[in-house]
C-alpha cells in the first residue's frame, strides 16, 4: 500500500490503496460504524458551540482556586477535547489489532488536526505540541510501526495528565455509553497508559499556585507586558513554526482557520496585533472584506497582512483598508517577526520620551500640557544652561528647541548637537516665528530634521513629532538592533554605555559591567541544531530586557556573549541581581517537540567602575578575566572582578 498523501487541512486526505476488497471488509464493521458515529457527534457538539466561548473575555474577573474546576467543568472545549481524545484511543486499539480501515485512520488524522485546534484555542501550548505529535504519527503511512503507535499512546496519556482529572471519568464515561467502545473503561489505551506513563515535557505554569496540570481560564494567565498575537490562517503548519518562535520570545498567541473564528477571536481575546493571511482556502475578497471590517470596528489593533499576490495594487489595496504592514510570500520567519515587533512599536510613539528648551512661558505652557494629554514624557526647559546635564541624564527621543532664546540660539545649539557622535541622529524640531525663505534654509543647514511656525497649530505639531519618532525608531532598529534577540548590538551599546560612564563619574555613582555568556553554546548548536540554539538566545534576551531597567543598557555583543551596564549598580548588588536572573533562566523551558529536557547554565563576570577601570576597554578587559575565571573553575558561577570571589549561581539565588 502507499501512504497516506495530505492534500489540504480542510479538504481532507488523498487516499490511495492496492485492496480494495480489505477496505471494504473492515469499512463497514460495526466498531468502525460506532467509531464514526462518536466522530459525527463530536462534529456536531463543536458546530452548535458559540465560537465566543473559545476565550472570555478581558473584562471578566480572575476565578479563585475552588471554582477553577468548576469553570473547567462547564467549559464545553474540554469536553470536546476528551470526546476526540477518546476517539484516537479507539482508533489506536483497532491499529494496535490491525482492524483500522485507511478511511477511518484518515479520520483519525482529521480528529487529531481538531484536537489540535481545540487545544489550541484552550490556550493548552505543551497539549497543542502532542497533538501535533500524535498528527504526524497518523499521517505517516497506513501501517504504522510500533514506534509511532507507542508515540501515539503516550501523547494521550500525557494530554490526559495534563488536562483536568476530575473530568476523565465524566466525560469519557459519557462517551463510553454510546455504542463507540464495547470494551471496559479500564482497558482503553489512554487508561492503560496512565498508570505507567511519565509526564512529556513542561506544563503551563499558573500564577496563583496551582498544580500545573490545571489550566487556567485565558485572564488568569494573561500577563502585563506581554504581546498577544492573533493569527488569521489555514497554514497550520506555518501558524505552528510561528507559535514556537513567538513563545521563545514572549509572546502569546491564538490561531484562527476562518475568518468567522477570527472574527470573534479578535472581540474576546483582545489580541494587541493581528497577523492576516488575504489568501486562505476562502476567497481573497474576504481577506480583504474582514481588513476592512478590523479598520472600521478595532482601528486600535494593527494589522499585519501577507499574501502571495505580488502586485503594486495589491499593496495598495492593504493599505487603503487599513493595514499596517504588507510582507510577501514566501517569507523568512524571522523577517514576519521584525515586521511584527516594527509595527507594534509604529503604535507605541506616545511612550517616547522629549526634550523641550525654549524661555518663551506661554509655549512652555502649551507644550507641557499638550505632551502630557498625549501621554508622552517631557521634560521642560526654559534655562539652557540645564540643557546638557538634561540631555545626559534623560538620552531623549526627539528634541524640541526654540530657535530664538535669551541666552543660546537655537540654531547654534543644533549644530553643537549635530558635532557630537552620540547625539548626530537624535531628530531634532526647532521652534521659529519666522516662516521665510531664509530662515527655512538656516533651519536646515544647521541640521535640523523639521520646523515649526509659532504661534503652533497644535495637529500640525503632533503630526510632525510623530513622523519624526517613527522614522528614527525604524532606522535605529536597522542600525542598533541585534535582529535575532531584539537587544541593542554591539556598535548602540558601546556608544551607551560610554554615556553611562559619563554620567557615573559627573554624579560620582556607581556603574557594573557585566558580561554575560552561555556555557558550552556550540555543543547546543552541534547537538540540537542552530534553531533550538537561536531559541535559547532569543528567550536569554527577551528575560534580559523584562529584568532591567530603562536606564540600563542590554546588549548581544556577539555570538553567545551579551553585556550589561548597570547604572549606579555595585558589583555586589549586580552580583545578587544576576543571580536572581540566572535562576530564572534556568526554570526556562525550550518549546519543541524534539526535546523534552535541555539545561543551559551560565557564566558571568562583573566589573565595576571605577575599581576596576575609568573605561570600557578596562572594564571589559577586567569582567573578561572575571569571566574566564568562572569558566575555568567549572562554569555556572558569577565572579566578581574586584576579588575573584566566586558565586555559585545554585547557591546565591
Known amino acids: 500500500m502507499t501512504g497516506i498523501q495530505p492534500n489540504a487541512w480542510d479538504d481532507g486526505l488523498a487516499i490511495k490503496a492496492d485492496d480494495n476488497g480489505w477496505m471494504q471488509k473492515h469499512q463497514n464493521s460495526p466498531q468502525e460504524k460506532a467509531v464514526q458515529i462518536a466522530i459525527d457527534r463530536a462534529q456536531q457538539d463543536r458546530s452548535s458551540l458559540p465560537i465566543t466561548e473559545l476565550a472570555p473575555a478581558r473584562s471578566q474577573p480572575q476565578l479563585p482556586k475552588h471554582s477553577l474546576m468548576n469553570h473547567c467543568q462547564q467549559n464545553p472545549y474540554y469536553q470536546i477535547a476528551y470526546k476526540r481524545m477518546h476517539i484516537l484511543g479507539t482508533v489506536l486499539d483497532m491499529l494496535k489489532t490491525g482492524t483500522c480501515s485507511i478511511p477511518l485512520q484518515e479520520q483519525a488524522v482529521r480528529e487529531a488536526c481538531s484536537l489540535t485546534g481545540t487545544l489550541q484555542n484552550l490556550g493548552l501550548v505543551d497539549a497543542v505540541l502532542l497533538a501535533q505529535k500524535m498528527t504526524d504519527c497518523l499521517m505517516a503511512t497506513p501501517t504504522l510501526n510500533p514506534s509511532r503507535l507507542k508515540t501515539i499512546e503516550d501523547s494521550l496519556a500525557a494530554l490526559t495528565e495534563l488536562l483536568p482529572p476530575s473530568l476523565h471519568g465524566r466525560i469519557i464515561s459519557s462517551v463510553s455509553s454510546s455504542p463507540l467502545s464495547p470494551m471496559p473503561l479500564s482497558n482503553s489505551p489512554i487508561r492503560q497508559s496512565l498508570s505507567s506513563h511519565r509526564s512529556i515535557g513542561p506544563m503551563l505554569s499558573t500564577p496563583d499556585g496551582l498544580p500545573d496540570h490545571h489550566p487556567q481560564p485565558y485572564p488568569s494567565y494573561r500577563a502585563m507586558g506581554v504581546t498577544h498575537l492573533l493569527i488569521v490562517d489555514d497554514d497550520v503548519a506555518l501558524a505552528d513554526e510561528l507559535q514556537a518562535i513567538a513563545i521563545a520570545r ?46 472600521q470596528t478595532h482601528a486600535s489593533v494593527p494589522v499585519v497582512v501577507f499574501t502571495e499576490q505580488t502586485g503594486l495594487a495589491d499593496r495598495l489595496n492593504a493599505t487603503r483598508l487599513g493595514a499596517k504592514g504588507f510582507l510577501q510570500k514566501p517569507v523568512p520567519v524571522d523577517d514576519i517577526f521584525q515586521t511584527l515587533l516594527h509595527t507594534l512599536k509604529r503604535g507605541q510613539v506616545a511612550e517616547a520620551h522629549l526634550l523641550v528648551l525654549t524661555d518663551d512661558p506661554p509655549i512652555l505652557d502649551q507644550l507641557a500640557q499638550l505632551f ?12 539652557p544652561v540645564e540643557f546638557w546635564a538634561a540631555l545626559d541624564h534623560n538620552a531623549p527621543d526627539l528634541l524640541i528647541l526654540d530657535v530664538k532664546t535669551s541666552k543660546v540660539n537655537g540654531l547654534d545649539l543644533c549644530r553643537v548637537l549635530r558635532n557630537d557622535l552620540r547625539w548626530s541622529d537624535l531628530p531634532i524640531i526647532l521652534l521659529s516665528d519666522r516662516t521665510d525663505r531664509i530662515m527655512l534654509q538656516k533651519v536646515f543647514a544647521a541640521g535640523a530634521d523639521d520646523y515649526v511656525s509659532k504661534p503652533i497649530f497644535e495637529p500640525e505639531l503632533i503630526a510632525r513629532v510623530n513622523n519624526r519618532l517613527e522614522r528614527s525608531r525604524l532606522l535605529h532598529e536597522l542600525a542598533e538592533t541585534d535582529s535575532l534577540t531584539g537587544l541593542t548590538n554591539r556598535r548602540k551599546a558601546t556608544l551607551d554605555i560610554n554615556r553611562l560612564i559619563h554620567l557615573a563619574q559627573r554624579q560620582q555613582k556607581t556603574l557594573s559591567f557585566v558580561i554575560f555568556d552561555l556555557d558550552r553554546f556550540k555543543q547546543i548548536n552541534d547537538h540540537y541544531g542552530h534553531n533550538i540554539g537561536d531559541q535559547v538566545l532569543r528567550q536569554t534576551g527577551h528575560l534580559l530586557k523584562q529584568a532591567f531597567r530603562r536606564v540600563d543598557v542590554i546588549a548581544r555583543w556577539g555570538g553567545d556573549e551579551f553585556v550589561l551596564g548597570l547604572f549606579d549598580s555595585s558589583a555586589e548588588q549586580s552580583a545578587k541581581r544576576m543571580a536572581q536572573v540566572t535562576k530564572h533562566l534556568h526554570e526556562q523551558t525550550v518549546h519543541s517537540p524534539e526535546i523534552t529536557s535541555l539545561e543551559v547554565t551560565y557564566s558571568v563576570g562583573i566589573a565595576e567602575y571605577s575599581k576596576d577601570g575609568n573605561d570600557l576597554d578596562a572594564l571589559y578587559h577586567a569582567a573578561d578575566q572575571a569571566l574566564y575565571h568562572a569558566k575555568v573553575n567549572g562554569r555556572d558561577q558569577i565572579c566578581v572582578a574586584q576579588s575573584l570571589s566566586v558565586k555559585n549561581m545554585k547557591h546565591t539565588a
Open 250 to 295: 514572549g509572546m502569546h498567541t491564538r490561531l484562527a482557520v476562518t475568518f468567522s473564528d477570527a472574527r470573534s477571536l479578535v472581540s474576546c481575546y483582545q489580541p494587541d496585533i493581528v497577523l492576516l493571511n488575504l489568501c486562505t482556502s476562502h476567497s481573497a475578497e474576504d481577506g480583504l472584506s474582514f481588513l476592512a471590517e478590523l479598520s
Open 372 to 383: 502630557q494629554s498625549l501621554g508622552f514624557s517631557p521634560t521642560l526647559l526654559s534655562d
